[in-house]
């Protein structure tokens, strides 16, 4: 539950970012992190659009350079875009000068002001700069861990299954790391939640 769920501490280091959404609504937020790549964002939109789900990728600016076709079809299918730097860079190894201009790099193509960072890590400079010119940084109330080897795709369902919550942030990856265990579950998790009487809704900019 310490990764599935963030640990306090980590709320108390970025207290203004969005960690959960209304929970008086009965609704989850679906997102996507690292895309998009062809290997895996297309069949994940498929996935989307079978149950009417919105989602909101947050891109890496380098893979939205590269495959311009993919960002313009996330956005064409009705899904929200964040920015989630341009070279996947953790806010930790680098000077706040060259976090923040990697940031701006990834933003000349995404056009967004939802954020956010990878590993969910930033610097307290990078966090209070990246608010302060108007981005919305988002974290997570349930990352699915659909990325980690040491899991099977019936652990990351059961993480869905387990974690979810009225207005859980939930996050998955449209990345070569998970698309395979996406490929055995995606489908399951989200008729699960709608089971449940969840809707799927995106995250809107502000």
Not at 52 to 64: E, I, L, P, R
Not at 91 to 116: D, P, V
Not at 125 to 144: A, E, I, K, N
């Given at each position: 539950?310490?990764?599935?769920?963030?640990?306090?501490?980590?709320?108390?280091?970025?207290?203004?970012?969005?960690?959960?959404?209304?929970?008086?609504?009965?609704?989850?937020?679906?997102?996507?992190?690292?895309?998009?790549?062809?290997?895996?964002?297309?069949?994940v939109?498929?996935?989307?659009?079978?149950?009417?789900?919105?989602?909101?990728?947050?891109?890496?600016?380098?893979?939205?350079?590269?495959?311009?076709?993919?960002?313009?079809?996330?956005?064409?299918?009705?899904?929200?875009?964040?920015?989630?730097?341009?070279?996947?860079?953790?806010?930790?190894?680098?000077?706040?000068?060259?976090?923040l201009?990697n940031?701006?790099?990834?933003?000349?193509?995404?056009?967004?002001?939802?954020?956010?960072?990878?590993h969910?890590?930033?610097?307290?400079?990078?966090?209070?700069?990246?608010?302060?010119?108007?981005?919305?940084?988002?974290?997570?109330?349930?990352v699915?861990?659909?990325?980690s080897?040491r899991?099977?795709?019936?652990?990351?369902?059961?993480?869905?299954?387990?974690?979810?919550?009225?207005?859980?942030i939930?996050?998955?990856?449209d990345?070569?790391?998970?698309?395979?265990?996406?490929?055995?579950?995606?489908?399951?998790?989200?008729?699960w939640?709608?089971?449940?009487?969840?809707?799927f809704?995106?995250?809107?900019?502000?």
């Amino acid at each position: 539950m310490f990764i599935e769920q963030p640990a306090r501490f980590l709320r108390w280091l970025y207290p203004h970012a969005v960690w959960r959404m209304d929970p008086r609504e009965k609704s989850v937020y679906l997102t996507f992190d690292d895309g998009p790549i062809p290997e895996a964002t297309p069949w994940v939109l498929d996935v989307l659009d079978r149950f009417q789900a919105k989602a909101t990728f947050f891109m890496v600016g380098d893979n939205a350079h590269r495959y311009p076709e993919l960002l313009e079809e996330v956005r064409r299918r009705g899904h929200s875009i964040g920015n989630h730097t341009y070279n996947h860079v953790g806010g930790l190894r680098l000077s706040s000068w060259k976090y923040l201009y990697n940031c701006h790099r990834a933003a000349e193509i995404l056009h967004t002001r939802l954020f956010r960072p990878p590993h969910g890590w930033m610097g307290p400079v990078q966090y209070r700069t990246m608010r302060h010119f108007g981005y919305s940084v988002v974290m997570w109330d349930l990352v699915t861990r659909d990325y980690s080897r040491r899991l099977t795709a019936q652990d990351v369902l059961d993480n869905v299954k387990r974690y979810a919550r009225n207005g859980s942030i939930i996050t998955f990856h449209d990345s070569l790391k998970s698309i395979d265990k996406l490929k055995q579950i995606l489908p399951d998790a989200l008729q699960w939640l709608k089971d449940q009487g969840y809707e799927f809704r995106r995250i809107e900019e502000k």
